[in-house]
């Protein structure tokens, strides 16, 4: 293609043979690119991308490198429009669906582990892992019910240790707002409980 490309042999700070390039890539832009081998032994591909054309200025650093299961996992570190940093990566799931999943900080501070992927109907869902105000963690999904409205699913324990599902439902048919809980009664039974709001 006519690239210039600057290539170096030199190990890293664990001894290992690091074959670094430096080039442009599509767009012009610089791209730095090292192969080593990882603890266990596997090649992986470490891009460091710097987007110098970006109108916002943001450095993306990317790796592709094989997970525990051999899956290959595309991963960026990137700052997002908040300025905090979000680690991301694209893989599969065990059922072969391509999953987004990023890691950031909440305006709390707090962790929050976020997933956007299909559900089994092909809808997307957005779903985020984090600690609730009493450190509880909460798994929480965004995603359209049967009518096409938006539900915001928490999934979490109650006071007595019992798991509770929590969906709010925006409108429901009259406009209103239903915050529903779908939780087991002193008997072990599903009890279905709604409250609505004018």
């Known amino acids: 293609m006519g690239r210039e490309v600057e290539q170096?042999?030199?190990p890293?700070?664990?001894g290992r043979e690091v074959e670094q390039r430096v080039l442009p890539d599509s767009m012009g832009r610089e791209v730095e690119q090292r192969v080593l081998s990882d603890s266990m032994g596997r090649e992986v591909e470490e891009v460091e991308q710097r987007v110098l054309s970006d109108s916002m200025?943001?450095?993306?650093?990317?790796?592709?490198?094989?997970?525990?299961?051999?899956?290959?996992?595309?991963?960026?570190?990137?700052?997002?429009?908040?300025?905090?940093?979000?680690?991301q990566r694209v893989l599969p799931d065990s059922m072969g669906r391509e999953v987004e999943q990023r890691v950031l900080l909440d305006s709390m501070g707090r962790e929050v582990e976020q997933r956007v992927l299909p559900d089994s109907m092909?809808?997307?869902?957005?779903?985020?892992?984090?600690?609730?105000?009493?450190?509880?963690?909460?798994?929480?999904r965004?995603?359209?019910?049967?009518?096409?409205?938006?539900?915001?699913?928490?999934?979490?324990?109650?006071?007595?240790?019992?798991?509770?599902?929590?969906?709010?439902?925006?409108?429901?048919?009259?406009?209103?707002?239903?915050e529903q809980r779908v939780l087991p009664d002193s008997m072990g039974r599903e009890e279905s409980r709604a409250a609505c709001s004018t």
Do not use: A, I, K
């Open 8 to 10: 170096r042999v030199l």
């Open 12 to 14: 890293d700070s664990m």
């Open 57 to 87: 200025g943001r450095e993306v650093e990317q790796r592709v490198l094989p997970d525990s299961m051999g899956r290959e996992v595309e991963q960026r570190v990137l700052p997002d429009s908040m300025g905090r940093e979000v680690e």
């Open 122 to 140: 092909g809808r997307e869902v957005e779903q985020r892992v984090l600690p609730d105000s009493m450190g509880r963690e909460v798994e929480q």
């Open 142 to 178: 965004v995603l359209p019910d049967s009518m096409g409205r938006e539900v915001e699913q928490r999934v979490l324990p109650d006071s007595m240790g019992r798991e509770v599902e929590q969906r709010r439902v925006l409108l429901d048919s009259m406009g209103r707002e239903v």
